[in-house]
């Protein structure tokens, strides 16, 4: 049987890993960390659960077909529960934006800020259709890494009007400052700036219309818990705590992988670590194809993120499960991040998670469980995070006070929170970027 590595256990290799085994290769999926998932890890601290990283699940059917692969079904394994709202978005004077249900249900809403908008968003979610069926269905596995590849693709693009950003594109359909954020702020989610991303990315917001916003019962530990279980089914040889020295490459043809270990032959190898990092790291410099390391650093990348995970001793049931806090300077406060490296740290916009919305049973009884992302420079930027890092801790904790959780600094229990830098270090990605 062809054997084949997979390095790294995130979702994108246990997807690989679970497709190569379901054509029939002999897999070995190797990770450096304790633990499957990735950024996906799982931390559970006196009862109060917290999923580190991805909780917003926008396109299930890519789940159950790593399931469908071995005639199983997702549902057997883990549970995914529909969301209202897929988010709530809180303005600067308090007022609310319940984003996602039915077609109605966003129409009504946007009814109540700027009804002149209402067909301006049929128009805008019929672009996004469009860009969807392009930049996801027929583009969505084609690699864009050469050349003729990326000119084949061109014309296409251009039709859907690639050349402008996801806000030049909103902007061009929806007139009201407050709606226009709240259709443009996709791109955030995957680290991206509104003001210079490629409008493909608002496909986001058209995943999102089609298939709803999910969230896995027990947090997405529990579809990594799921995944993991199939892995063990289906003989996958799963080998955590180890890492990848060196892809080894004979002849222009991959033979395999060291690890501290051993040497590990294969006849495929898929590497789904950081690829910056890869590059850098574990592939011999006659092999990286001209990407030279000066290249890799000076790569622009997305901005970083502080998160503050946290528990309460007492019950929010008005925050819903997701909720995105805008602060007055929207445009101001994304450019002194992306481009200005500047760290700020009172107009705040920032992020809320509260999976104890859904599942009461990720934190004890009478508590909640938290977390909150503070949008940050990266470490392209020259911040000391160590020194800095106590200091947002309370900033955050003041500023959620503030605006939605009253009482905070009373009842908060079990905080902790991860920099930038922490997460480059666990993730092993290059120390300039952390997302
Ligand atoms: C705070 C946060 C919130 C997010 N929210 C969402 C969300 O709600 N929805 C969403 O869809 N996405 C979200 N994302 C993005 C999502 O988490 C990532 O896109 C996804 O998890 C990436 O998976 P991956 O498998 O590609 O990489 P990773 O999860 O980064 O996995 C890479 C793995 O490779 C391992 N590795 C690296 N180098 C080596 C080596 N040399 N040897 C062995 N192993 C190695 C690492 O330990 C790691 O486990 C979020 C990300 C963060 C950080």
């Known amino acids: 049987m062809a054997q084949a590595i997979v390095i790294g256990a995130g979702f994108g290799g246990m997807a ?86 039915t077609l109605e249900q966003t129409l009504l809403e946007i009814q109540k800020i700027e009804p002149d908008d209402m067909q301006g968003y049929l128009d805008l979610l019929e672009h996004t ?29 251009i039709r859907l009007e690639n050349y402008k950003t996801v806000a030049q594109m909103t902007h061009q359909y929806i007139r009201n400052e407050k709606l226009r954020r709240v259709f443009s702020f996709q791109p955030l989610l995957v680290g991206g700036n509104p003001f210079n991303t490629t409008s493909i990315y608002s496909l986001i917001a058209y995943l999102e219309r089609q298939w709803g916003v999910q969230f896995a019962m027990g947090g997405t530990g529990a579809l990594v818990r799921a995944l993991g279980r199939l892995m063990q089914e289906q003989g996958i040889d799963v080998r955590l705590n180890t890492e990848a020295q060196h892809i080894q490459i004979r002849q222009g043809v991959v033979r395999g992988v060291r690890t501290e270990s051993a040497d590990l032959s294969a006849d495929v190898v898929v590497c789904n670590a950081d690829a910056p ?8 410099p006659e092999y990286r194809r ?9 790569m622009k990348y997305s901005m970083g993120l502080f998160v503050l995970y946290f528990g309460t001793r007492r019950l929010y049931p008005q925050i819903a499960h997701h909720t995105i806090i805008l602060g007055e300077s929207y445009q101001e406060l994304i450019e002194r991040i992306f481009d200005r490296f500047e760290l700020e740290t009172s107009d705040l916009s920032v992020y809320l998670h509260r999976p104890t919305c859904t599942d009461p049973s990720m934190a004890p009884s009478g508590c909640e469980s938290f977390y909150c992302l503070v949008p940050v420079p990266n470490l392209q ?20 006070e503030k605006t939605c959780l009253p009482g905070l600094s009373e009842c908060i229990c079990e905080d902790f929170y991860v920099t930038p830098p922490a997460f480059s270090e666990k993730f092993k990605h290059p120390a300039r970027f952390w997302f």
């Not at 399931?67 to 549970?79: I, N």
């Not at 990092?277 to 574990?282: H, I, V």
Request: proline share 4%; glycine share 8%.
């Open 16 to 101: 690989a890993a679970l497709r190569l085994r379901a054509r029939g290769y002999d897999v070995t999926l190797i990770d450096k960390q304790d633990k499957l998932g990735g950024r996906a890890y799982q931390y559970n601290r006196n009862g109060f659960i917290h999923d580190a990283g991805p909780t917003v699940i926008t396109a299930q059917f890519l789940f159950d077909e790593l399931f469908e692969l071995f005639g199983k079904k997702r549902q057997d394994y883990v549970e995914f529960r529909d969301l209202y709202p897929w988010y709530r978005i809180q303005f600067a004077d308090q007022s609310t934006f319940d984003y996602g249900g």
């Open 129 to 157: 259709r469009r860009i969807f069926d392009i930049g996801f269905v027929q583009l969505g596995d084609k690699p864009f890494h050469t050349l003729g590849s990326m000119l084949r693709c061109t014309p296409d693009l």
């Open 277 to 284: 990092e890869a590059y850098l790291s574990l592939i011999a």
């Open 290 to 298: 001209g990407i030279a390391p000066r290249r890799i650093h000076s």
């Open 381 to 400: 930027s020259n911040i000391n995070y160590d020194r800095i890092g106590p200091f947002l801790r309370d900033a955050t904790v003041r500023y959620l």
